[in-house]
């Protein structure tokens, strides 16, 4: 009985060292939204010892302290580190989240490709002969990914006011026999309805479907003149808006040139005239964006697909965290990191010399979709309260002191009394070679191989839509304090 009772008690004990040590290790856990105190950085080089124990932002990235030595050396002093969600503006957030409409989903596996070939009499003369939209059609629809992996295919002829669809079936040979003038005249080829078309594609995307729409993009207004293209834009975007509340849809948009010998029907009024020259056409991809990125990144469609210009992809802000942090490169006048706060700035004070004051902020873009340029260009940014950015670039060298790689330095500026909440937003800009794309009018169309009539109307459409869904929220906000 003595022996019972000494191992029971000793098995209570026991238990209770368990349990406090479960204890302990979650008071040592920072909490969501706590704050773990940076090691204090001072601008002037302030050594820190070389025993300072690594610590831990939020997401559990170890982070070394560094002697004043090693600073100078990455040419750069730490912060704190941060993650920037967009709709999360709140400076000193640093922590993820999500824009409220938005859940998180298993990425789908692609598990089938839809394609949408438009062929009213206006794309006549891009399959008269052997041209590059003729190769480009080809090289999509025997895309290697797509053989290797054994994606089924679908392809459909669209045109008319319907728009009439007429299925070719899902052999790529067929579609390649059909890609002439001959092979293009089936269903309402005097009539287009765009916004059918987007409508038909759009429906046919997501939930690992991918919808591929090949088109001049251009209205077809019929007598309406300007009033109807301006009610088909407003349609577009009514389109496009009722489809993303439902899906998740990433929109890719490709500017493309080919050979063109045929007639070019006059969208403002009524007649048309003969054409042998270059003409551009688009297409649009529709998807979810981890789709778009595996098999339509832009190298891919730089290299391969003949006639490329350019392109643009239009998506909902997806709340993914992206790694960012504050550094001393490129700034100008001086301060110190807070100790207390994560991406809060103190005793900050102007350049003496009159030039302001100027903070960077090393961010890593690598998870988004869009091209290099967007990133690059100051107008892709907007900032709040004195500020503004001033210049963004590539890292030209390794920033030792932080825990992950930079793509880009954003470095912004404020000639006022730079104290205050500073948040600075990529925002989702309609890119410049829409505007430059778009034609005003069809007056001299015959000597025009790169512009196309009303375009604008069309991308404006796209954007207000995916800006609408979003609730205007930007690709990505990053927030911090300066005191």
Same mark, same amino acid.
């Given at each position: 009985m003595k022996i019972r009772t000494q191992l029971l008690l000793w098995g209570t004990a026991v238990m209770i060292l368990a349990a406090c040590s479960s204890q302990s290790g979650r008071r040592e856990t920072a909490s969501p939204g706590k704050e773990n105190p940076a090691q204090e950085e001072v601008l002037s080089g302030q050594e820190s010892s070389p025993d300072t124990p690594i610590q831990k932002d939020q997401?559990?990235?170890?982070?070394?302290?560094?002697?004043?030595?090693?600073?100078?050396?990455?040419?750069t002093f730490r912060g704190s580190?941060?993650?920037?969600?967009?709709?999360?503006?709140?400076p000193g957030s640093g922590t993820s989240g999500t824009f409220g409409a938005q859940a998180s989903t298993p990425a789908s596996a692609l598990r089938k490709v839809t394609f949408y070939l438009e062929n009213s009499q206006s794309m006549f003369g891009y399959v008269s002969g052997i041209t590059r939209y003729v190769d480009v059609v080809a090289e999509l629809a025997e895309k290697p990914d797509f053989v290797k992996e054994d994606i089924p295919r679908e392809?459909?002829?669209?045109?008319?006011?319907?728009?009439?669809?007429?299925?070719?079936?899902?052999?790529?040979?067929?579609?390649?026999?059909?890609?002439?003038t001959a092979g293009f005249r089936c269903g309402d080829i005097t009539r287009s309805n765009l916004n059918g078309m987007f409508q038909t594609a759009l429906s046919n995307a997501g939930g690992g479907a991918i919808s591929i729409l090949i088109s001049d993009g251009i209205y077809d207004i019929g007598d309406g003149g300007m009033t109807s293209l301006v009610t088909s834009g407003k349609e577009t975007r009514s389109q496009f808006i009722r489809r993303l509340q439902s899906a998740n849809l990433q929109t890719l948009m490709i500017k493309l040139t080919s050979e063109f010998k045929g007639d070019y029907f006059y969208a403002s009024r009524k007649g048309k005239m003969t054409l042998n020259s270059e003409r551009p056409y688009y297409i649009w991809i529709f998807g979810?964006?981890?789709?778009?990125?595996?098999?339509?990144?832009?190298?891919?469609?730089?290299s391969e697909l003949s006639g490329y210009e350019t392109l643009a992809r239009f998506l909902k802000p997806s709340g993914e965290s992206l790694p960012w942090q504050l550094v001393s490169e490129?700034?100008?006048?001086?301060?110190?990191?807070?100790?207390?706060?994560?991406?809060?700035?103190?005793?900050?004070?102007?350049?003496r010399n009159g030039r302001g004051f100027q903070v960077t902020l090393a961010v890593d873009f690598s998870s988004l979709p869009f091209p290099g340029?967007?990133?690059?260009?100051?107008?892709?940014? &907007?900032?709040? #309260?004195?500020?503004? %950015? $001033?210049? @963004?670039?590539?890292?030209?060298?390794? /920033?030792? *002191?932080?825990?992950f790689t930079p793509t880009h330095l954003?470095?912004?500026?404020?000639?006022? &009394?730079?104290? #205050?909440?500073?948040? %600075? $937003?990529? @925002?989702?800009?309609?890119?410049?070679? /829409?505007? *430059?794309?778009?034609?005003?009018d069809e007056e001299n169309m015959a000597g025009d191989t790169s512009r196309t009539f009303g375009l604008n109307y069309l991308t404006d459409a796209i954007t207000e839509a995916y800006r609408s869904v979003a609730g205007n929220q930007p690709l990505a906000a990053f927030a911090f304090e300066v005191q």
């Amino acid at each position: 009985m003595k022996i019972r009772t000494q191992l029971l008690l000793w098995g209570t004990a026991v238990m209770i060292l368990a349990a406090c040590s479960s204890q302990s290790g979650r008071r040592e856990t920072a909490s969501p939204g706590k704050e773990n105190p940076a090691q204090e950085e001072v601008l002037s080089g302030q050594e820190s010892s070389p025993d300072t124990p690594i610590q831990k932002d939020q997401s559990g990235v170890g982070q070394a302290g560094q002697s004043a030595a090693d600073q100078q050396e990455a040419g750069t002093f730490r912060g704190s580190v941060g993650h920037v969600s967009a709709g999360d503006s709140r400076p000193g957030s640093g922590t993820s989240g999500t824009f409220g409409a938005q859940a998180s989903t298993p990425a789908s596996a692609l598990r089938k490709v839809t394609f949408y070939l438009e062929n009213s009499q206006s794309m006549f003369g891009y399959v008269s002969g052997i041209t590059r939209y003729v190769d480009v059609v080809a090289e999509l629809a025997e895309k290697p990914d797509f053989v290797k992996e054994d994606i089924p295919r679908e392809f459909f002829f669209i045109n008319g006011t319907g728009p009439v669809i007429t299925p070719i079936g899902d052999d790529p040979v067929v579609l390649k026999k059909k890609l002439n003038t001959a092979g293009f005249r089936c269903g309402d080829i005097t009539r287009s309805n765009l916004n059918g078309m987007f409508q038909t594609a759009l429906s046919n995307a997501g939930g690992g479907a991918i919808s591929i729409l090949i088109s001049d993009g251009i209205y077809d207004i019929g007598d309406g003149g300007m009033t109807s293209l301006v009610t088909s834009g407003k349609e577009t975007r009514s389109q496009f808006i009722r489809r993303l509340q439902s899906a998740n849809l990433q929109t890719l948009m490709i500017k493309l040139t080919s050979e063109f010998k045929g007639d070019y029907f006059y969208a403002s009024r009524k007649g048309k005239m003969t054409l042998n020259s270059e003409r551009p056409y688009y297409i649009w991809i529709f998807g979810e964006s981890h789709l778009l990125a595996r098999y339509f990144p832009d190298s891919y469609i730089a290299s391969e697909l003949s006639g490329y210009e350019t392109l643009a992809r239009f998506l909902k802000p997806s709340g993914e965290s992206l790694p960012w942090q504050l550094v001393s490169e490129n700034c100008l006048g001086s301060f110190r990191f807070d100790h207390r706060v994560k991406n809060r700035l103190v005793d900050a004070k102007p350049d003496r010399n009159g030039r302001g004051f100027q903070v960077t902020l090393a961010v890593d873009f690598s998870s988004l979709p869009f091209p290099g340029e967007v990133y690059l260009d100051p107008e892709s940014y &907007n900032c709040s #309260g004195n500020y503004a %950015v $001033a210049e @963004v670039k590539v890292p030209e060298r390794k /920033i030792h *002191a932080l825990p992950f790689t930079p793509t880009h330095l954003v470095s912004v500026k404020s000639l006022k &009394n730079p104290a #205050g909440k500073v948040t %600075v $937003a990529l @925002v989702n800009r309609v890119p410049g070679w /829409i505007a *430059a794309t778009a034609a005003a009018d069809e007056e001299n169309m015959a000597g025009d191989t790169s512009r196309t009539f009303g375009l604008n109307y069309l991308t404006d459409a796209i954007t207000e839509a995916y800006r609408s869904v979003a609730g205007n929220q930007p690709l990505a906000a990053f927030a911090f304090e300066v005191q």
